[in-house]
């Protein structure tokens, strides 16, 4: 299993990003995917969610702002994020749960300027 993430990158607040992932070696329409993010010196969090059928879920600090979405031709998992503060700051890493483990892309850095 490998995912590919990208899209980071430094943005002024109130700004917009969008990041992609892409995942191969997993029956890509079948899984849960998630994004998550690590702010410098914090744990890790769960930022969104997008279920097989569609259904998803985020973070209260996101919520209306960011969008999560999903192209199963593609294979890829995407988070659009709006309105960008710099409590956005993070390295963002999508992760896929298979075969009885978790698998986590490299990440990519999201900096938001103030």
């Known amino acids: 299993v490998q995912l590919q993430a990208s899209g980071g990158g430094l943005v002024q607040a109130g700004g917009s990003l969008r990041l992609s992932c892409h995942a191969s070696g997993i029956n890509f329409g079948l899984h849960l995917l998630e994004w998550y993010r690590q702010a410098p010196g914090k744990q890790r969090e769960s930022v969104a969610s997008?279920?097989?059928?569609?259904?998803?879920n985020y973070a209260d600090s996101v919520k209306g702002r960011f969008g999560i979405s999903r192209d199963n031709v593609r294979r890829t998992v995407a988070l659009q994020m709006n309105s960008l503060n710099p409590e956005d700051t993070a390295v963002y890493y999508c992760?896929?749960?298979?075969?009885?483990?978790?698998?986590w892309g490299r990440g990519t850095l999201v900096t938001v300027s103030s």
């Open positions: 992760k896929v749960t298979t075969r009885g483990r978790d698998f």
């Open positions: 997008i279920s097989s059928g569609g259904s998803t």
